[in-house]
């Protein structure tokens, strides 16, 4: 059967869609599945209509595979705004970006700041998070960044090469700032999305941090998201989700979805070398 010209192709994707080659995300992110990222890829439907990513992050699996269409949403406004940016204003932002060097007192004084326009907010965003330790985004109650200097200054901070790659890839991309439940509401029959949920505090001990923004992703929330799996599926979605592999997961999302038990890297620890081999599940419901 010949597939229309609206619809993506998996085997097209896993080498990077119409653009030739996968790209790295631009942006650091804890929890974010670049080291699995090719066993997402050989997991995916057959075809879509569009890839909607519900809680974006570094987009690892979204930047792999370059779709023509897709929707991108995340509850962090300051992650959108620089997606946004990098979209539509690459040439300005990677000029300043280049402008900048790393060092403790720079990122000290640029986490005090409270810039107010969208490339100044930007590019606050893009330093701290190529800075900060482990790429976590963490903040206090009052919704400040609070995460301290990592124990690496690049002499190379990015490379404008990528960048410009990584805006050529959002051009296609609607960009929200919503959580995942606004975000399923939007979705199609016929669309494929990926969820990759934070892990509650103590689902996992290597997993430590989960506040990557004002608010805590508890167990209460994965029971809404199993919801809205269920919900998705009922209405003809492809789905894919990642999870931790731990008991206390079991029971939340439904037994008909398929899962597959793979091991990656856990991408927090207190030191780089002390990171260890995890178990996480992937779930798909096709």
């Given at each position: 059967?010949?597939?229309?010209?609206?619809?993506?192709r998996a085997t097209d994707a896993t080498v990077g869609g119409s653009q030739g080659q996968p790209l790295r995300?631009?942006?650091r992110w804890a929890g974010g599945k670049s080291v699995m990222v090719n066993m997402l890829a050989n997991r995916l439907p057959r075809e879509w209509n569009?890839?909607?990513?519900?809680?974006?992050?570094?987009?690892?699996?979204?930047?792999?595979l370059r779709p023509e269409r897709a929707l991108l949403a995340d509850t962090n406004p300051d992650l959108i705004a620089f997606y946004s940016v990098l979209k539509n204003r690459a040439g300005e932002l990677t000029k300043r970006l280049n402008s900048l060097t790393a060092s403790r007192e720079?990122?000290?004084?640029?986490?005090?700041?409270r810039p107010r326009g969208p490339i100044q907010r930007a590019v606050r965003f893009a330093y701290l998070n190529r800075l900060a330790w482990n790429g976590l985004y963490r903040v206090n109650r009052s919704g400040e960044f609070n995460v301290p200097i990592g124990d690496r200054l690049p002499s190379v901070m990015w490379r404008e090469a990528e960048l410009l790659e990584a805006s050529a890839a959002l051009a296609g991309a609607r960009l929200l700032v919503s959580d995942f439940r606004a975000t399923a509401r939007r979705v199609a029959a016929g669309d494929f999305v990926?969820?990759?949920p934070p892990y509650p505090r103590g689902s996992r001990e290597t997993m430590g941090f989960n506040r990557y923004?004002?608010?805590?992703?508890?167990?209460?929330?994965?029971?809404?998201?199993?919801?809205?799996v269920t919900d998705l599926t009922r209405r003809s979605v492809q789905v894919m989700i990642t999870l931790p592999d731990a008991r206390n997961f079991a029971g939340i999302y439904p037994a008909s979805l398929r899962r597959t038990r793979v091991?990656?890297?856990?991408?927090i620890a207190c030191n780089g070398s002390d990171r260890k081999r995890v178990s996480e599940l992937i779930l798909t419901n096709y």
């Open positions: 059967m010949e597939i229309s010209a609206s619809r993506h995300p631009v942006v569009r890839y909607v990513e519900p809680m974006s992050g570094g987009a690892a699996l979204f930047f792999h720079q990122y000290y004084a640029v986490r005090a700041s990926f969820f990759d923004a004002s608010d805590f992703f508890t167990f209460a929330d994965h029971a809404d998201l199993a919801g809205v091991e990656s890297n856990a991408l």
